[in-house]
């Protein structure tokens, strides 16, 4: 299992995750890249994902969902702001409807995910902005952290094959 930290910061309203792999970076890339890998990871064990579009090229679109233990299915959407290869990538993520059209209840964040190379692997840091206190703590309250570190969590696995 990788190392993940995980830091609230509600003066700057933002959550970030850092974690380490034991991959290169171009590795690590490809499980952002990849719609079949990212579908083993996006999403906490208990809620997996499945990604119906990944258009992963600036100014591309994902749509995907994650079913629950009792089938129920949350859907969300990212759109893809920047691509540097293999180390930065930009998205608004967001939560939508079952026609994928977004759902703004919840307003989208913005997230930053960069890999870094290191002695012997790789750091992932996933930097994401809150519009507002509020949102940020209903986020939280929702499971954001935990889901998240859990889901990072599946990353070393699929690193492994």
Same mark, same amino acid.
Do not use: C
């Given at each position: 299992?990788?190392?993940?930290?995980?830091?609230?910061?509600?003066?700057?309203?933002?959550?970030?995750?850092?974690?380490?792999?034991?991959?290169?970076?171009?590795?690590?890339?490809?499980?952002?890249?990849?719609?079949?890998?990212?579908?083993?990871?996006?999403?906490?064990?208990?809620?997996?994902?499945?990604?119906?579009?990944?258009?992963?090229?600036?100014?591309?679109?994902?749509?995907?969902?994650?079913?629950?233990?009792?089938?129920?299915?949350?859907?969300?959407?990212?759109?893809?702001?920047?691509?540097?290869?293999?180390?930065?990538?930009?998205?608004?993520?967001?939560? #939508?409807?079952?026609? *994928? &059209?977004?759902?703004?209840?919840?307003?989208?964040?913005? !997230? /930053?995910?960069? %890999?870094? #190379?290191?002695?012997? *692997? &790789?750091?992932?840091?996933?930097?994401?902005?809150?519009? !507002? /206190?509020?949102? %940020?703590?209903?986020?939280?309250?929702?499971?954001?952290?935990?889901?998240?570190?859990?889901?990072?969590?599946?990353?070393?696995?699929?690193?492994?094959?």
């Amino acid at each position: 299992m990788p190392t993940i930290t995980s830091e609230k910061n509600v003066d700057e309203l933002t959550l970030t995750f850092t974690s380490h792999f034991d991959a290169p970076v171009d590795r690590v890339w490809q499980v952002w890249e990849d719609p079949r890998q990212l579908e083993r990871w996006w999403g906490p064990p208990t809620y997996p994902a499945t990604f119906e579009r990944h258009d992963f090229v600036e100014g591309g679109k994902s749509l995907y969902y994650m079913t629950g233990p009792e089938g129920d299915k949350m859907w969300g959407w990212w759109m893809v702001t920047l691509v540097d290869a293999p180390h930065r990538l930009e998205l608004d993520d967001g939560f #939508a409807n079952a026609d *994928g &059209t977004p759902d703004n209840a919840i307003a989208p964040t913005h !997230t /930053t995910v960069t %890999l870094e #190379a290191t002695e012997g *692997g &790789t750091r992932m840091t996933s930097h994401t902005q809150f519009e !507002t /206190t509020e949102q %940020l703590q209903q986020m939280i309250e929702m499971g954001m952290e935990e889901g998240m570190t859990l889901a990072i969590g599946q990353i070393d696995a699929i690193l492994a094959e």
